[in-house]
């Protein structure tokens, strides 16, 4: 089940859906927009069996990925079934260093990411 993503009053809100609630052990992130620095693909990276030391939350490699991750000393949130439609969406001064989310659609959350950073810079 995907995650779903929209630009609120500043923030990126990420709403965890369906049974992955329970599995993450969280349903909605809002991170203020200038915490974020960025949103790519994140197939590659999701593709990986492994993410870091599994803390809270799901983990069976290559079906499901889902909740914080710590690895090199920096934590992740991860909400991941289908690779292939992964993002990976960098942050700076979070607790979480990055967040990988399956989406509907990769591209256009990308999009959706880089035009709210885009229209805070002008």
Known sequence: MSASIDI????LVVEINGPDKLL????????????????????E??????????VGGTHIPELISAGRFYW??????????????TIAIELRDHRYRK??????DPDRAIDLIDGALTARVH
């Open 99 to 104: 967040l990988v989310l399956e989406v509907q």
């Open 8 to 11: 609120q009053d500043e923030k």
């Open 45 to 54: 990276e999701a593709h990986w069996w492994l993410h870091g030391m599994h």
């Open 24 to 43: 993450a052990l969280k349903s909605r992130l809002e991170i203020p927009l200038d915490k974020v620095a960025g949103a790519r693909p994140g197939a």
């Open 72 to 85: 090199f000393g920096e934590w992740s949130f991860w909400d991941v079934h289908d690779a292939d439609k």
